[in-house]
């Protein structure tokens, strides 16, 4: 099993409307959790990071369920603009800042 | 604003060649990190650094060197390039806080492709 496990997409979803992307992880110590937005041929860049309480930014909100080892992320009100690829980032317990990323969801909204 | 840089966006090189890929990072980051970015695979961990003249080995460490001479810059080392390591390298850096992991900064990348 993968340490950390997306669905690849493409999710293609008309503008306005509201999606979610979910991610799987192994390590049940894991302790911290991060979505990260990568543009076509971009560098990724960190969208927000993921508490335990949950935690929304503007359109954007993430969800942690540790029972059951994802996380989410659920845009609405999409814009052509969030058109990229999504990667979920975990930091296994321990180590020296090293993380694992996901392969990515790829979300394209369309007019 | 925190600035990553690499040294170069596109690369051809041929097989065998020793290759070096540079980056430098202006906001006095401990960690730095190289990683290889492949269509299906994601981002992988080559090598990382959380000072200078230290580095440690992350995920796909064979056949790439680092070095770590100076804060500010990270080398990535292809001792002899093959064609297997045709790909996006990415160099990222970060702070070292005092929970968890902190937000890592990306260079543009560069392409590699070798013949």
């Known amino acids: 099993r993968k340490e950390v496990e997306q669905d690849p997409g493409p999710f293609n979803v008309p503008e306005g409307a509201t999606v979610a992307f979910n991610c799987t992880y192994s390590n049940s110590a894991s302790q911290s959790f991060f979505w990260y937005r990568q543009d076509c041929r971009k560098e990724p860049k960190l969208l927000m990071s993921v508490y335990s309480s949950g935690n929304e930014d503007g359109r954007f909100t993430a969800q942690l369920n540790r029972a059951s080892q994802y996380i989410s992320l659920l845009i609405r009100d999409s814009k052509l603009s969030d058109s990229a690829t999504y990667l979920c980032?975990?930091?296994?317990?321990?180590?020296?800042?090293?993380?694992?990323f996901g392969t990515g969801t790829k979300l394209q909204v369309i007019p | 604003d925190v600035k990553v840089t690499q040294s170069s966006r596109y690369l051809v090189k041929r097989t065998g060649e020793k290759v070096f890929l540079e980056c430098v990072q202006d906001m006095d980051h401990e960690n730095m990190f190289w990683y290889r970015q492949d269509p299906g695979l994601g981002l992988r961990l080559i090598y990382f650094?959380?000072?200078?003249?230290?580095?440690e080995k992350g995920d796909i460490p064979e056949g790439y060197s680092v070095s770590r001479e100076k804060k500010e810059r990270f080398s990535l080392i292809l001792e002899s390039a093959s064609t297997n390591q045709t790909s996006m390298y990415l160099c990222?850096?970060?702070?070292?806080?005092?929970?968890?992991?902190?937000?890592?900064?990306f260079g543009p990348g560069t392409r590699l492709t070798v013949t």
């Open positions: 650094s959380y000072d200078v003249k230290m580095k």
């Open positions: 990222a850096s970060s702070f070292i806080p005092r929970q968890g992991p902190y937000e890592q900064y």
């Open positions: 980032v975990v930091n296994m317990a321990g180590g020296y800042q090293k993380v694992t």
